[in-house]
């Protein structure tokens, strides 16, 4: 399958899906970010992809940014959009497009900790456990169904970044997992119900 990839950041994830695309039957068109300084992009480079950069505060309006970025995807003609750390939120519109074929990765067990700032929020609220959601993306921000999660325990000793690392680590192995799914037409989005293998997740 045909996957494009939006990133903004540092590209981690991205890298684990780069490096098992051959085992996940994925073929990368591109990747797009909203920010040119994102170091996935270097990545993306260094894996000959071809990459956009479409930064959001050039533009006077979500649905002008939603725009471009939505025909820059459609001219790849992608069976799957991967949200590998994407951080804008999209118009309503954007998202009924890609309906059904577009992932998210969310540093949290949701429904728990939607938004931004995920670990430290963890900590405060004295969370024994925390992790990492994978959902199809819906209009609702961070609300659709959930696919699968991985989790960590939160040791005492830890602060923002040392849960961050260890729940980086199980991202790395769940999305590609997933993303597999998806490639291999085992996972679908039926009336607002995520599906993998004819059941209900
Ligand atoms: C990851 O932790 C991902 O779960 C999170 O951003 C990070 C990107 O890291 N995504 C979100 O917060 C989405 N709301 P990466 O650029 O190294 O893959």
């Known amino acids: 399958m045909r996957g494009v990839v939006l990133i903004s950041g540092s590209g981690s994830n991205l890298q684990a899906i780069i490096d098992q695309a051959d085992n996940i039957d994925l073929n990368i068109s591109c990747v797009i970010s909203n920010n040119a300084d994102a170091y996935g992009l270097t990545r993306a480079n260094n894996a000959g992809i071809p990459c956009h950069v479409i930064d959001h505060t050039q533009f006077d309006?979500?649905?002008?940014?939603?725009?471009?970025?939505?025909?820059?995807?459609?001219?790849?003609?992608?069976?799957?959009?991967?949200?590998?750390?994407?951080?804008?939120?999209?118009?309503?519109?954007?998202?009924?497009?890609?309906?059904?074929?577009?992932?998210?990765?969310?540093?949290?067990?949701?429904?728990?900790?939607?938004?931004?700032?995920?670990h430290?929020?963890?900590?405060?609220?004295?969370?024994?456990?925390?992790?990492?959601?994978?959902?199809?993306?819906t209009a609702e921000l961070d609300g659709g169904p959930v696919i699968a999660q991985s989790r960590v325990a939160v040791l005492?000793?830890?602060?923002?970044?040392?849960?961050?690392?260890?729940?980086?680590?199980?991202?790395?192995?769940?999305?590609?997992?997933?993303?597999?799914?998806?490639?291999?037409?085992?996972?679908?989005?039926?009336?607002?119900?995520?599906?993998?293998?004819g059941k209900a997740l």
Not at 69 to 89: C, H, K, Q, W
Not at 121 to 135: F, L, M, P, Q, Y
Not at 168 to 197: C, M, Y
């Open 61 to 118: 309006s979500r649905e002008a940014f939603d725009q471009v970025v939505s025909e820059t995807i459609n001219r790849y003609n992608p069976d799957i959009i991967i949200l590998a750390g994407f951080m804008r939120i999209f118009t309503e519109a954007f998202v009924q497009q890609y309906c059904g074929k577009m992932l998210n990765i969310h540093p949290s067990l949701l429904p728990k900790f939607q938004g931004l700032n995920t």
């Open 120 to 137: 430290q929020r963890v900590i405060d609220a004295n969370e024994k456990e925390h992790g990492v959601s994978i959902h199809f993306v």
């Open 156 to 197: 005492p000793s830890d602060d923002a970044s040392s849960l961050a690392k260890r729940v980086l680590i199980e991202e790395h192995k769940l999305f590609p997992k997933v993303i597999h799914w998806f490639t291999q037409g085992r996972l679908e989005l039926n009336n607002g119900k995520a599906i993998l293998d």
